[in-house]
């Protein structure tokens, strides 16, 4: 079989079988292509409500899987590679955050999306990068506990001086591996290209942004622009998908380094082995009654808020 085969046997299958795929951005092009829907974490949480199909699909990583049951628990949800986590989401147990509540009794606890579902039991709200600022705003709480990602949290601290925030130790080893030197580098070999970053970045790196945002904001900016050539300082995905989506337009990675290996398990033949239900590194996802929905509270309020 070769690529457009395989995506014609996708697209034949789902139908069949009455599948949604949700892919997120950082997923490869060919999976992109067979998605019913592709986005940022918060616009997949938003489209997980209202799926109308039996199955839904999600290609992307653990916690995104998860938070599409938590909204649609009636729903059989499944992720494309069983072993896709998001290294971040583990960094912290809910025990350890139980104890930081204890000594930050006046602290809302707020969030990232990619977090275990078992970590959001303890948490008060939950952002994405697309939302968090907004949400954070919004919230009456003057003392913010922002978990797990601190480069997140510097960024949103930095923008929100009238509260005081407690950060910890954690945050994405793809995009925390990025340095200022890596910028000066890019900067080197394509000076008249803005920088676009993901706030996940490191704030060496964020300061010498001149945009930062989630994945689908990048795009959207690069989109926009009346610029023509642009450094993307995410994972290397969204260069290709940009140079696909504006073919006028030049997208130099910021780093090589900026490579997500979790979001990268997924194949093409993962996605049909999925909609067709048969062996393959798929998983269903499946949550306790109660961790369900105590872990959904946090959810509903990012969407009520964001
Ligand atoms: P977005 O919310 O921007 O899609 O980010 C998800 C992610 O994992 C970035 O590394
Ligand atoms: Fe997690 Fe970082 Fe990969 Fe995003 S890029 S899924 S935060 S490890």
């Given at each position: ?258 490579i997500c290996e979790?979001m990268k398990l ?41």
């Amino acid at each position: 079989m070769n690529i457009s085969e395989m995506q014609a046997e996708i697209l034949r299958l789902k139908k069949e079988n009455d599948v949604c795929i949700l892919a997120h951005s950082y997923q490869t092009h060919d999976i992109l292509e067979v998605a019913d829907f592709v986005g940022d974490s918060f616009a997949l949480s938003v489209k997980a409500q209202s799926v109308d199909n039996s199955t839904v699909l999600m290609c992307g990583v653990r916690f995104m899987a998860e938070t599409v049951k938590l909204l649609s628990p009636q729903k059989r949800v499944l992720l494309s590679h069983g072993g896709a986590g998001c290294p971040m989401a583990e960094q912290m147990s809910p025990e350890y955050i139980e104890k930081v509540k204890s000594e930050n009794p006046d602290c809302a606890v707020v969030a990232y999306i990619n977090t275990t579902t078992a970590l959001k039991t303890v948490c008060d709200f939950c952002v994405t990068s697309s939302s968090a600022l907004k949400i954070v705003n919004a919230l009456p709480d003057k003392n913010i506990l922002f978990i797990p990602d601190c480069n997140l949290g510097d960024y949103v601290k930095r923008q929100i001086p009238d509260k005081n925030f407690v950060l910890l130790e954690g945050g994405c080893p793809v995009h925390g591996q990025i340095t200022a030197d890596d910028v000066k580098s890019a900067k080197a070999l394509h000076p008249n290209a803005p920088l676009l970053v993901h706030p996940e970045c490191k704030p060496e790196v964020v300061e010498l942004a001149d945009y930062v945002g989630s994945t689908s904001g990048i795009m959207e900016f690069a989109k926009n622009s009346s610029e023509s050539e642009f450094i993307i300082g995410t994972e290397n995905s969204i260069s290709e998908h940009l140079a696909y989506e504006c073919p006028d337009k030049r997208f130099y990675p910021l780093s090589k380094k900026l490579i997500c290996e979790d979001m990268k398990l997924t194949t093409l033949a993962d996605v049909l082995y999925a909609v067709r239900g048969d062996k393959g590194s798929w998983e269903e996802i499946t949550l306790d009654e109660q961790t369900q929905q105590k872990a959904r509270k946090c959810i509903d309020k990012m969407l009520e808020l964001g």
